[in-house]
């Protein structure tokens, strides 16, 4: 299959005014030769990445992943490409990530699926395309150049040349088209916002009662902890996403709409407040909600570069700025961990109400549940 004329992607994306990061995790990574082949890309192309070994996805990404080759990691390799395009200086309107990751043919035959997933996040939305080949019918180099095709015809919204699927093949896609709001935390310009678009800033009021977390998924515990909270607080509870994280991508659009979506009619603030700190100063006066292991994060010096000083200075400027912390505690293997049995500095202890056991306990975790959740609805895709 030839690939669209590189000279005219590249004049095409230039007017636009793009400014792009390709990410390929082996799969697809011809399309990033194939455009900077072309006289002008790097007016176009920032960079290109081909993270290929399992080790180096990580290290882009923060961590290990569910599955290597899935909508989610391609969502998040495109963000952090679309972070690194801000970086290299592209304004956040002209960013672009785009990401493939794809199982495509090899040596030994496989038993999962030939498939790929696109991904491109922009200021305005994040879109994906999804395609399972038919097996056997293309060799590696023919899956390579479909998967390139089909990389950079998400890149400009152009259509594939006629007969490069065959009719047992189609391309399911996603997009999110983000809410002014959003784009204006994504750009950074606000710190906060309703996911229900509720004209809100998040300082208008003192005293409010926040449950942070990335609820992934949202579950039956935290429900159970918000109401226990609702109760000891005397006061309605509101939860707190960060789509900002200290050392992974931001998360993308697909991924606010669809943890927002488990909210239904329970208020959800997303926030840049990726850090403890700094949720402090976004909702000032706040009484926080938390479990044990996050409780015990807050003073512990290997969160403050090693520094037993750094992790007591912020463990005071907790206690002075915080309404108060309520605190649950955690499963811990086959061990459950008492909240009160935490050793904390003592400025953190004074403003902290600890849940007994009797009042609460869970013992599975979301990790344990996202795991669940994998396994009854995704087949196993080889990389």
Known sequence: MELPDAATTIGSLEQSGAKVVLTATGG???????????????????????????????????????????????????????????????????????????????????RGDHRLFVAVQTLRATATAELVLEKGVRSR?????????????ELTAAALPAGALRATEQVVRDRCQAPQ??????????????????????????GRLIFPGSFDPLHEGHLLMARIAEEIA?????????????????????EIRDRAAQFADRPLWLSRAARFVDKLETFPGSTFVMGADTYVRLADPRYYGGSAVAAADAARTIAAKAGGLIVFGRSQGDAFLEAAQIDVPQPLRAVTYFVSQREFRLDISSTELRRRHRESTEATCET
């Open 234 to 254: 005397e006061r309605p509870l509101e939860y707190e996403l960060s789509v900002l994280n200290v050392d992974k991508p931001a998360l993308d659009f697909i």
């Open 141 to 153: 180099d023919e899956e390579e150049s479909l998967a390139a095709a089909i990389l950079l015809a």
């Open 28 to 110: 697809g990574s011809r399309a990033i030769a194939h455009l900077v082949s072309a006289p002008g890309a790097s007016s176009v192309v920032l960079e290109g990445l081909v993270p290929y070994a399992r080790e180096a996805i990580d290290r882009l990404l923060g961590g290990p992943q569910e599955s290597y080759c899935s909508s989610r990691t391609a969502r998040r390799l495109a963000v952090a490409a679309w972070q690194r395009a801000r970086d290299l200086g592209a304004a956040a309107g002209n960013a672009v990530g785009v990401a493939i990751t794809a199982s495509l043919r090899t040596r030994a035959p496989k």
């Open 181 to 206: 709001a959003w784009q204006d935390l994504f750009a950074g310009t606000r710190d906060a916002v309703r996911a229900d678009g509720v004209d809100e800033p998040p300082a208008a009021r003192t």
